[in-house]
């Protein structure tokens, strides 16, 4: 059965249905025209840097450059999310049944030549603009999750299914917050913090902030690869 299927026969018991009856409010639609502004924005100025990192995707682990993954957006629709590919292929099999630290950990194996660096400065998100623009995601919001834990974390956590009220997010208030090591749990009470004020202000907070810790790592990782 794959993961789509599983995650229609957890949505049949009502979470789809809570997360579409949920109400808009008049600053989501100015979230949205932000997220297509800023997202469109960067794409133009980073598509000299785009080609660069495709090219180098290919030439140190060949193709494919990008890494497609489904995930889970508002309302329980599943997208294909974009990547520049860091992982070696066939890793997301490999690595499907570990989750937060545990995948953490387990990813290390994997990385391909230029993977950690990509992953570490976080060029590899690039891509995400482009579901940004396309409607899937939101520059914030919580972080898209698999089909297959989006099932089981809902059964876990009885709240869970209140981050199907918005679209996933590039950045989210959890990360700003915490690493990627947090519980779950954790992860989930500041998501649902956002979700209950997703405020132009805190969007704008968190952009800024996300931005700040992407340059430092950038910064970081351009002195590591020179090592």
Excluded: C
Aim: proline share 5%; aromatic share 10%; hydrophobic share 45%.
């Amino acid at each position: 059965m794959s993961e789509t299927s599983n995650l229609e026969d957890t949505l049949i018991r009502g979470y789809r249905q809570l997360a579409l009856e949920a109400p808009t409010r008049r600053r989501d639609a100015v979230l949205r025209a932000l997220d297509i502004l800023f997202s469109a924005f960067f794409l133009v100025i980073s598509l000299p840097i785009s080609l660069l990192l495709a090219l180098l995707v290919v030439v140190t682990s060949g193709p494919p450059v990008l890494y497609r993954g489904e995930r889970v957006g508002r309302g329980g629709h599943v997208f294909t999310m974009f990547k520049f590919r860091t992982l070696r292929r066939g890793a997301e099999r490999r690595l499907g049944n570990y989750l937060g630290e545990e995948l953490v950990q387990a990813t290390q194996s994997e990385f391909t030549p230029t993977g950690h660096w990509l992953k570490a400065t976080q060029l590899d998100e690039i891509p995400q603009f482009f579901n940004v623009v396309r409607g899937d995601m939101s520059l914030v919001g919580p972080r898209p999750i698999r089909p297959v834990f989006f099932e089981e974390l809902a059964h876990e956590l009885p709240s869970y299914w209140q981050r199907l009220v918005v679209r996933p997010g590039l950045t989210g208030f959890a990360q700003v917050r915490r690493g990627y090591e947090t519980s779950m749990a954790e992860k989930l009470a500041h998501d649902l913090e956002w979700i209950a004020d997703r405020s132009v202000r805190l969007y704008l907070r968190t952009l800024f902030a996300t931005g700040w810790r992407v340059v430092k790592q950038s910064v970081r990782g351009i002195f590591r690869l020179g090592t």
